[in-house]
């Protein structure tokens, strides 16, 4: 089982969080290293796309907790996962701006050939691998939603 990258950096600041005595960020990095063990494990090995893929996908599960509890009014928990969202941005790569997404949209709309919203799929396969980690996928599938209409 090779070791990817991500995986080393995460380690590498698990350890730096030790030493900081950073209690949030230890637990945070934790739970990613986990994470990504278990797939290493499940899927026989991991490499640095399919880690980004699974920290971009802890980084969703918090931004809909975090509107979840928002509207439940427990701001205690909403604190809470947004400093794990926190930590985890430290290890994704930096976010398209919404100019760089409609752009790249704009290339995979020309390049599959798309007309019509039928033909979505393949402006969101060809887009996914672009931006996985580096845009969040509900905002990328509104703009093919409104390039396409």
């Known amino acids: 089982m090779s070791e990817c990258q991500v995986m080393e950096v995460l380690t590498a ?22 994470e990504l063990k278990r797939i290493e494990v499940d899927e026989k090995s991991i490499d640095d796309t399919r880690a ?7 980084a969703k599960q918090r ?5 979840q509890f ?5 701001t ?23 100019e760089e997404i409609s752009q790249l949209v704009s290339e995979a ?4 050939g798309a007309e ?4 979505m799929g393949k402006v969101m396969g060809i887009i996914k691998p672009k931006v996985q980690g580096r845009a969040d996928m509900n905002q990328v599938s509104q703009t093919v939603k409104q390039l396409l209409n």
């Open 70 to 74: 928002e509207s439940a009014g427990r």
């Open 109 to 112: 709309i020309r390049e599959s």
């Open 13 to 34: 600041a698990m350890k730096d969080a030790m030493r900081n005595r950073d209690k949030v960020r230890l637990g945070t990095i934790r739970m990613a290293l986990s």
């Open 76 to 98: 205690d928990l909403v604190d809470q996962e947004k400093r794990e969202l926190a930590v985890l941005h430290d290890f994704l790569p930096s976010q398209l701006s919404a």
């Open 116 to 119: 019509s919203m039928r033909d």
């Open 52 to 58: 980004l893929a699974a920290l971009d996908k802890m």
């Open 63 to 67: 931004r809909d907790a975090i509107s």
